[in-house]
């Protein structure tokens, strides 16, 4: 495994004397916004974990290597290259290591390599889900499997609104993956607060949400608890305003046959323009609010 796996001296330091780490995903950096801003966002996000008493861990495969609390000039490099940087879920990760390649790790890779270096908890923007339409195209992201069987605990903003949110709660259900709302009992949906759907449960603390984990892990129950938090009022937007710009541009992708791996971040993009920025700004505004509820939970747990 070590020939494989990497891991900076200050988060393998942070683990060995059970401090709190949160692990954080490379995607947001490479395919999740132009740069510099992606880099401007990935340091800051890093910066408000620490500020709320954790270690950051930021993810990635750099030059094959499973690499686990990247430095500021990977984050860079990572930036600069942005698309050109292989997206890598569960599937890729043999591939590109055994390649000697880089990849931007998706929700789906970033927990299995955190939970190969030992860390518990993972914030991140929001998770994948089942797609519009996966009745036909059985497009159903990785994400969902690994938050059933890999025991990292994921802290994000819902699903992504481009997702069926109905269908994608539904196969959490089925996976037995406990979705918990922070302050909220109605899941959030990324962009917006409510999305019409109920979580399992309400909690209204993170030392609430440390001890469920805590009882999880002791009773020997595989898999991740989805920790929900709605993106803060004052930057989330219009339900119904946001619902018609995905649905544009969710037609435009099935015209360009757009698919697969591909979808998330074209979709993501398109809307961006349409809200001219607004989503963008939404997306990091929610990113920094998980990690900062990210770092309290790691604080919680590690004081068990």
Same mark, same amino acid.
């Given at each position: 495994?070590?020939?494989? +796996?990497?891991?900076?001296?200050?988060?393998?330091?942070?683990?060995?004397?059970?401090?709190?780490?949160?692990?954080?995903?490379?995607?947001?950096?490479?395919?999740?916004?132009?740069?510099?801003?992606?880099?401007?966002?990935?340091?800051?996000?890093?910066?408000?974990?620490?500020?709320?008493?954790?270690?950051?861990?930021?993810?990635?495969?750099?030059?094959?290597?499973?690499?686990?609390?990247? @430095?500021?000039?990977?984050?860079?490099?990572?930036?600069?290259?942005?698309?050109?940087?292989?997206?890598?879920?569960?599937?890729?990760?043999?591939?590109?290591?055994?390649?000697?390649?880089?990849?931007?790790?998706?929700?789906?890779?970033?927990?299995?390599?955190?939970? +190969?270096?030992?860390?518990?908890?993972?914030?991140?923007?929001?998770?994948?889900?089942?797609?519009?339409?996966?009745?036909? @195209?059985?497009?159903?992201?990785?994400?969902?499997?690994?938050?059933?069987?890999?025991?990292?605990?994921?802290?994000?903003?819902?699903?992504?609104?481009?997702?069926?949110?109905?269908?994608?709660?539904?196969?959490?259900? @089925?996976?037995?993956?406990?979705?918990?709302?922070?302050?909220?009992?109605?899941?959030?949906?990324?962009? @917006?607060?409510?999305?019409?759907?109920?979580?399992?449960?309400?909690?209204?603390?993170?030392?609430?949400?440390?001890?469920?984990?805590?009882?999880?892990?002791?009773?020997? +129950?595989?898999?991740?608890?989805?920790?929900?938090?709605?993106?803060?009022?004052?930057?989330?937007?219009?339900?119904?305003?946001?619902?018609?710009?995905?649905?544009?541009?969710? +037609?435009?992708?099935?015209?360009?046959?757009?698919?697969?791996?591909?979808?998330?971040?074209?979709?993501?993009?398109?809307?961006?323009?349409?809200?001219?920025?607004?989503?963008?700004?939404?997306?990091?505004?929610?990113?920094?609010?998980?990690?900062?509820?990210?770092?309290?939970?790691?604080?919680?747990?590690?004081?068990?």
């Amino acid at each position: 495994m070590m020939d494989y +796996l990497v891991v900076s001296p200050e988060v393998k330091k942070a683990i060995e004397e059970n401090k709190p780490v949160v692990a954080l995903e490379s995607t947001i950096i490479s395919h999740g916004m132009p740069y510099p801003k992606n880099v401007e966002t990935a340091l800051k996000v890093e910066e408000i974990v620490r500020e709320n008493g954790a270690i950051p861990a930021t993810i990635a495969i750099i030059q094959g290597k499973l690499t686990v609390g990247i @430095t500021p000039e990977e984050i860079d490099y990572l930036g600069k290259k942005g698309l050109d940087v292989a997206k890598a879920s569960r599937r890729d990760i043999p591939v590109l290591v055994s390649r000697g390649e880089d990849g931007a790790t998706t929700v789906a890779a970033t927990m299995i390599i955190a939970n +190969l270096a030992g860390i518990k908890l993972f914030a991140t923007g929001g998770i994948g889900g089942v797609h519009r339409g996966a009745e036909t @195209t059985m497009d159903i992201s990785a994400d969902l499997e690994e938050l059933s069987n890999t025991n990292v605990n994921v802290v994000c903003a819902g699903a992504k609104s481009i997702l069926d949110i109905g269908l994608t709660l539904e196969y959490l259900e @089925t996976k037995g993956v406990p979705v918990i709302g922070y302050k909220t009992e109605e899941l959030p949906a990324f962009y @917006t607060r409510e999305s019409g759907f109920k979580v399992n449960y309400k909690m209204d603390s993170p030392s609430d949400i440390a001890k469920a984990i805590k009882a999880k892990n002791e009773l020997g +129950l595989n898999g991740a608890m989805l920790i929900t938090n709605p993106i803060p009022e004052e930057y989330s937007m219009d339900k119904d305003l946001i619902n018609g710009v995905i649905e544009e541009a969710v +037609l435009e992708a099935n015209k360009l046959g757009v698919k697969g791996k591909d979808i998330t971040p074209y979709l993501l993009d398109k809307i961006q323009k349409i809200t001219e920025g607004k989503s963008l700004e939404a997306n990091i505004q929610l990113v920094f609010n998980n990690v900062k509820l990210g770092a309290q939970i790691a604080k919680e747990l590690c004081s068990l």
